[in-house]
């Protein structure tokens, strides 16, 4: 040796590299790893290259649309969790970046995302078939474009979407609803096959769903429906065997029946899931009151397990002082301690502290509060590496 620097790296074996780097913990050390050395970045970047293994914890999926702009930006934040018993101290919320890119989609509606083993399905929040909604992995950035099934679906009336991936086949599966003649029409579209297929409705084929209701837990997708006779309901649509079950939601009073604005003093609800347990959360009065199914299916185990008065509300303006303002809130995780992470409005993001009982703001969100033309959705989403061209068939638009 000449006492020179020796690059190991450069004289090990491609496979021993490879081995090496399969070994990575996570995705926020794979992107790091691409900005190593061009070597490093080729091989981590190839076919060749299994990144089935490499795993990341659920981080913060930010989707921001602007007001006459053809895409979307999506902003994905690694969140930390803090076990209670660690510390006596008030748990401060930690984020960091993951990604911030511009998703090209060339729709300038304002899109909402379904979350499901790490891909988005982005669509039009108001639910107007004439648009076309999209499956993407904001990591590998890549997009597929889905239409409706035309054949099938009336203009006249606004679509429900879901995703799911089946527990058992793996398959990845988009649901479309849309409401013609008093009955539901319900399709499945599985990625890989290029096509739609009519699916019988069963116990959901003539009742209203709510736009806003879905949610993924325990293998099934799930919407809020009711008939307008008996209190509100919750369908879920079991993702491998493709049928449909009813049961109640929690006991919160007179079912109050509209989508876009209930009346005064009564709740307005939204189906969510924090922990793998199924919660129904809406505001009503001066609190935000979130009640989580115990054990799945059984309408007697709703339980309420959170009730947060606004008046703690600590923010630097007089927002949800106006009731008007207060009626949608989405809690997004539940952490360790007991601290609650929610999105108010589709504007705010919002952290709730047990020890405290207060509610602040959290800063990543406070950019797009004064911009009326800003539409921001939030959701937890599990990134992966998992290429859309693995479906094969499908047209996959990279970005």
Not at 42 to 70: C, H, M, Q, Y
Not at 301 to 306: A, D, L, N, V
Not at 307 to 316: A, H, L, R, S, V
């Amino acid at each position: 040796m000449d006492g020179s620097r020796c690059d190991f790296f450069k004289i090990l074996p491609s496979e021993i590299t490879t081995l090496i780097l399969s070994r990575l913990p996570d995705l926020r050390t794979f992107s790091i790893s691409k900005c190593v050395c061009k070597p490093w970045r080729n091989l981590l970047e190839s076919d060749d290259f299994s990144k089935s293994k490499i795993k990341s914890p659920p981080a913060l999926a930010r989707l921001t649309s602007t007001k006459g702009k053809n895409s979307t930006r999506c902003s994905i934040f690694e969140i930390e969790d803090e076990d209670e018993a660690v510390s006596e101290k008030i748990h401060d919320l930690h984020y960091h970046p993951l990604a911030n890119l511009e998703i090209p989609h060339g729709n300038q509606q304002s899109m909402e995302a379904i979350s499901a083993n790490g891909l988005l399905l982005l669509h039009p929040e108001n639910g107007d078939p004439e648009e076309p909604f999209y499956v993407c992995n904001p990591i590998t950035r890549e997009y597929i474009v889905l239409s409706r099934p035309k054949k099938y679906i009336s203009l006249r009336y606004l679509l429900s979407y879901g995703l799911g991936v089946s527990e058992i086949s793996g398959q990845y599966k988009v649901i479309c609803i849309s409401r013609g003649g008093g009955i539901n029409c319900f399709h499945v579209y599985t990625l890989g096959t290029r096509k739609w297929r009519l699916v019988k409705g069963g116990a959901g084929s003539r009742l209203k769903f709510f736009s806003y209701g879905h949610t993924v837990c325990n293998g099934k997708l799930h919407w809020t429906v009711s008939d307008f006779r008996q209190p509100l309901r919750i369908c879920g649509f079991d993702v491998e065997t493709e049928r449909f079950s009813i049961f109640y939601a929690p006991p919160v009073g007179e079912c109050f029946g509209f989508i876009f604005a209930p009346p005064v003093g009564k709740p307005f609800g939204k189906l969510c899931v924090l922990k793998d347990k199924l919660c129904f959360c809406y505001s009503r009065d001066s609190e935000i009151v979130v009640w989580v199914m115990k054990e799945y299916g059984d309408d007697d185990s709703w339980t309420m397990e959170y009730t947060m008065g606004t008046y703690t509300f600590d923010f630097d303006d007089h927002f949800c002082m106006d009731w008007t303002k207060m009626k949608c809130v989405f809690p997004i995780e539940i952490f360790k301690d007991g601290d609650v992470l929610m999105l108010m409005e589709k504007m705010r993001l919002i952290y709730y502290s047990k020890k405290t009982g207060k509610t602040q703001q959290v800063g990543i969100f406070k950019d797009a509060v004064a911009k009326e033309d800003y539409f921001t959705f939030a959701t937890i989403f599990t990134p992966s590496l998992l290429s859309l061209k693995s479906f094969g068939v499908e047209d996959v638009v990279a970005f």
